[in-house]
T-cell receptor, first 114, second 114 residues
């Protein structure tokens, strides 16, 4: 078990630029989740996939955010035209299929928008 | 929509003191409940989980939690904390049959002094 891997660990970008983050889940897990965490808050759900299908997307997620999982393995999260309010830790997690299967989290990508 | 409340935002204890962290959720149906822990500089890790059966569940490192359905609560306890328990603790819930996304509380920061 190599764990969930996220890249990059840190990203600093200027307002208006696009950024893309990558997540490699645990290989046998078919579910993949994206969360966002800001200081003093718990992780906030963004979206999740079962294999390559995106099953749910938070209403809080603006059209500037898009996530893909093209082959049911790794996933990317893209933020277009970044804003300062996008600064946060972006967390990826994976789990096996099955109700209540625990999520295994990566170390996250910290985004700073200047 | 389901939500999770953690009323203790910051708890400070001395080693060997007893710990209880409150967690309440709002959802009338069947739930799966979790406590996650985040040690400084590390990723979120599962501490314990409740799916069904015995409402008193035991987790790693001497932690336990009790599910009280009538109170919509899932409080975390440890009889004697150690300095190494210093971390942020998150309660989380999945509303089974409604969604498979994990909803987190805002977290409780625990500081244990030797």
């Amino acid at each position: 078990d190599t764990g969930v891997s996220q890249n990059p660990r840190h990203k600093i970008t200027k307002r208006g630029q696009n950024v893309t983050f990558r997540c490699d889940p645990i290989s046998e897990h078919n579910r993949l989740y994206w969360y966002r965490q800001t200081l003093g808050q718990g992780p906030e759900f963004l979206t999740y996939f079962q294999n390559e299908a995106q099953l749910e997307k938070s209403r809080l997620l603006s059209d500037r955010f898009s996530a893909e999982r093209p082959k049911g393995s790794f996933s990317t999260l893209e933020i277009q035209r970044t804003e300062q309010g996008d600064s946060a830790m972006y967390l990826c997690a994976s789990s096996a299929q099955g109700i209540g299967s625990p999520l295994h989290f990566g170390n996250g990508t910290r985004l700073t928008v200047t | 929509a389901q939500s999770v409340s953690q009323h203790n935002h910051h708890v400070i204890l001395s080693e060997a003191a007893s710990l209880e962290l409150g967690c309440n959720y709002s959802y009338g149906g069947t739930v799966n409940l979790f406590w996650y822990v985040q040690y400084p500089g590390q990723h979120l890790q599962l501490l314990l989980k409740y799916f069904s059966g015995d409402p008193l569940v035991k987790g790693i490192k001497g932690f336990e939690a009790e599910f009280i359905k009538s109170k919509f609560s899932f409080n975390l306890r440890k009889p004697s904390v150690q300095w190494s328990d210093t971390a942020e603790y998150f309660c989380a819930v999945i509303a089974t049959g409604n969604t498979d996304k994990l909803i987190f509380g805002t977290g409780t920061r625990l500081q244990v002094f030797p």
